[in-house]
């Protein structure tokens, strides 16, 4: 048995690390008493900012995209400015909405932009297009950026990927493949078959039940911290690691394998197989208190 431990450099700069909060594009912190931003607070609240810079003026809103049967798969991909969150609740349909956040040199300049990201729901792989807003002269005052927010059934398949955004998947369980290459990706109560890659970003999962629901969980992330929250009764064989960074426990363990790299143990009376690796950053294991 081996008490709650720390391995590699100082663990005030894992946790300063993998306490950073990122949601969507990037967190920004410049007054927000500009002009239309009336239209932002309860937006920002609830799904971060993802402005550029210090704009002069912005809009933002919520729009109803549409809704379609489940087709065995969602896929959805995003690009430059176009982050993708995935609720699971009790409903038969799977619904679109996209959260816009625009700025440009006036709130109708800003809103301009906004009416000009547009989504088609009968497309596949389901994406935001968002236009390409040329502004190297105005030092990033005009910019737009949108999340595709999709209200699915619990039991769905997902395939999801996102470039230089927020990835967000919450209460879904299924056959779920999801990639972020540069931006955070956060897993909160999945589960089913489920393969989580971060290229360069932070990884966190976090679960709320005793034990996982499926096949298992294989998350690794490259260049980037990764985090896994589990509560105080967690059943699991789990793996953990971290291959070029610090990797911190909260709890005590007892270990079965242990590499100086790699941990390798049953939690509680066991379950399915849970695998969180950080490659290049440091790895946390925390238990819900």
């Known amino acids: 048995m081996f008490g709650p431990f ?5 663990a005030a700069i894992a946790a300063a690390l993998l306490a950073s909060p990122l949601s969507g594009l990037v967190a920004q912190s410049w007054d927000t008493d500009v002009a239309g931003a009336e239209s932002c607070r309860a937006i920002w609240r609830e799904f971060g900012r993802t402005m550029s810079g210090r704009p002069y003026a912005v809009h933002c809103e919520i729009r109803e995209a549409g809704s379609f049967a489940p087709r065995g798969v969602i896929d959805v991909e995003g690009t430059e400015h176009h982050g ?4 699971g609740s009790q409903r ?3 619904r679109v909405r996209l959260v816009i956040q625009a700025q440009g040199q006036t709130v109708e300049d800003a809103r301009e932009l906004a009416r000009q990201v547009t989504i088609d729901v009968t497309r596949v792989p389901l994406r935001a297009d968002i236009p390409d807003v040329d502004d190297r002269r105005r030092n990033g005052r005009r910019f737009v950026a949108a999340t595709v927010v999709i209200d699915a059934p619990i039991e769905s398949n997902l395939s ?8 967000e998947v919450e209460n879904v369980r299924g056959r779920i493949d999801v ?4 931006g955070p ?3 909160r109560d999945v589960g089913g078959d489920v393969r989580a890659r971060s290229r360069h970003g932070p990884l966190s999962v976090r679960l709320t039940t005793s034990r996982w629901q499926g096949t298992g969980l294989d998350a690794v992330a490259a260049h980037g911290p990764m985090t896994l929250s589990v509560p105080r009764d967690f059943g699991a064989e789990l793996e953990i690691g971290a291959e070029h960074g610090p990797l911190h426990v909260d709890f005590p ?3 079965t394998r242990f ?4 941990i390798r143990t049953r939690l509680g009376a066991g379950g399915p197989r849970v695998r969180a690796i950080a490659e290049h950053g440091p790895m946390s294991l925390r238990m819900d208190r």
């Open 185 to 187: 990706l956060t897993l």
């Open 179 to 182: 990639l972020a290459e540069h």
């Open 253 to 255: 363990l007892t270990l």
């Open 160 to 167: 999801a990927r996102v470039r230089h955004a927020g990835l």
């Open 92 to 94: 038969s349909d799977v």
């Open 84 to 87: 993708v969150k995935v609720v």
């Open 259 to 262: 590499d100086a790299s790699l």
């Open 6 to 10: 720390r391995l590699g450099r100082a």
